[in-house]
């Protein structure tokens, strides 16, 4: 492997919304990626906000889609698509716009 990989990974054990703003502001100076694996939920969501805000570089694979308000589960079945693709589709279009 890379040496003094260790030094450049971390991982923290508390709630994804209070550690990873924080995580991102005390490293402002250094390049950071976030990669989030089997993003559950809204977690997607929560992941992609704080990156955007902090201006970061991301890769999430969300997983176990929700339509909290069915807005979206409604227009996929008009168009006879599978939910979870247009939710990520949803989701690309909040971010490009």
Request: charged residues 25%; aromatic residues 4%; proline residues 4%.
């Amino acid at each position: 492997g890379e040496e003094g990989l260790e030094d450049r990974v971390s991982y923290i054990d508390r709630p994804l919304q209070q550690a990873l703003p924080e995580v991102l502001a005390a490293n402002a100076d250094s390049k950071i990626w976030v990669v989030a694996c089997h993003a559950c939920q809204f977690l997607s969501k929560d992941i992609i906000d704080c990156c955007l805000t902090a201006n970061v570089d991301f890769a999430v694979c969300p997983c176990c889609p929700k339509d909290e308000r069915g807005r979206v589960q409604a227009a996929a079945q008009a168009l006879n698509v599978d939910l979870g693709v247009a939710l990520v589709l949803a989701e690309m279009g909040r971010l490009a716009g």
